[in-house]
């Protein structure tokens, strides 16, 4: 339960919002910086994979940028997409969701700061699972939201959540609950019958879930993850938090998408009024395009990622120095070093050395320190390549 927050330092920054003055940089960053323009860079630092997004996506944005599709466009959405977005949804959950449960966002970190506008204020607190990727607890506290973080448990290198601190941590104060599964950087997945719990104690308490579900269909088991859709009904306080990014290759497209009770939808117009107006018309077209024809592409990427943990976990599992546990979706492999006492010394050093780009582990807040996140998401190649240095470094050092 510690606060993201580093010192001011500057005297210019007293002139900032002490929130925003206050921000400490992203970690991944800081590793990343040294690999700048290096070509010679492995990078498995940050959150994508290395194929850029397939033609058959860039020719509907191309098409519909020379039709003339330039313009504003609706705040929530074409109604086309967020119609495809509701079939897409409805097929996968097996219900109906219909598209005015849906909003068109400028990607899902975009996404999670508009439903975060919509719900947190100074004095309110949000609870959320870590360790977690860093933008969601930023996010809540740039509302003015105190933040609490609940760790994950790892027992026999399977990662828990204890309900029982879950609940533990919200009191009076608490207005949401946010939780990412299939997680980053755990890879750990949420059973069914504790979405069941949480949700059955979050209606009694008048507490929303955020559920961030952008690694959904990244899952090595089944076709889908279990979702919060599949059990809430269609007015609770329940947020879906996707993106295009991860499972159609479009990270840099910056398209999400939330699902949500129909009765948030004037909110959500109002704030996409008054940040981004629109997604551009010419960027929703092409994810129409990739929701409506790439379940192809989505298992290709899925394939891929899981040729990629298998490399990455057999040369980690069989390494002395290393303890991991199997990640169950998402494409992330996090893992801890024997003697590794600063994930963010050790992950500077590793790339001076063998040029293999990770992230450290305090990147996800203090419940990540002394763990390593590398993503999977890359060709057989690179990744063997990556794994050869990586084991040797471990090995020297
Ligand atoms: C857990 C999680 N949620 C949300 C996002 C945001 O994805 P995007 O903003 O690219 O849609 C990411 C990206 O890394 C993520 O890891």
Redesign the pocket.
Known sequence: MQSIRGPVDAPGLARIRALVANATPQLIGEVARLGLGDKDAIPLW???GDVPTPSFICDAAHKAMLAGETFYSHKRGLPELREALSSYMSHLYDQRIDPERVTVTA??????LTAMQAILQSGDNCVLVGP??P??QATAEFTGAETRVVALEAENGVWRLNLETLFAACDDSTRLIFI?SP??PTGWMMESTQQQEILDYARRRGIWIMS?E??ARLVYERTVAPSFLDIAEPDDAVIV?N????SWAM?GW???WLTHPAWLSHAFTELIEYSISSVPPFLQKAALVAVSEGEGLVSDIRERCRQGRDIVMSALLEHPRVAASMPKAAFYAFFQVEGMDNSLNWAKQLYQATKVGVAPGSAFGPEGEGWIRLCFASSPERLTKAMDRLTNFLSEN
């Open positions: 940050y959150g994508e990607s899902g970190m975009h996404g999670i977690l990727w933008n969601a990412n997680g980053n961030d952008v690694y938090v993106s295009f990014s991860k990270t910056r398209v999400g």
